[in-house]
């Protein structure tokens, strides 16, 4: 199943972090929270899209919104972190998204 290998690739991921943090050393202050909520949410983003595409979502589709992540990603930086950004990297991101989105809904020959 879907959900099995998603918990394998989690713990895979703690298994390689642990023996990487063995060998290497704890890095102190380190926002543990911060990271596994990130690390959960990716989790999560994982198997919900494994689930959709169980239930019927097209790969097209879900590589289209994968595609599109960027755009809320740079919507956010700009309102709560304040970051800024240069007309190029409008232009890739919009470039990307609508690359993605031509080759997704082409049709097959």
């Known amino acids: 199943q879907a959900w099995f290998l ?4 989690a713990l895979a991921n703690v298994l390689v972090g642990f023996v990487g943090m063995q060998l290497t050393g704890a890095t102190k202050n ?3 929270m911060a990271f596994a ?10 198997a919900c899209t494994s689930l959709a595409l169980a239930n019927g979502l097209s ?3 879900a590589t289209l919104a994968k595609s599109g992540k960027m755009a809320p990603v740079m919507f956010g930086s ?7 950004y240069t007309l190029r990297e409008y232009l890739q991101v919009a470039l990307i998204i609508g690359g993605t989105a031509v080759v997704s809904m082409g049709k097959k020959k």
């Open 78 to 84: 700009l309102i709560l972190g304040g970051a800024t």
């Open 59 to 61: 790969f097209p589709i």
């Open 30 to 32: 380190i926002p543990q």
């Open 37 to 46: 909520i990130s690390g959960a949410s990716q989790v999560s983003a994982k």
């Open 6 to 9: 998603q918990v394998l690739e």
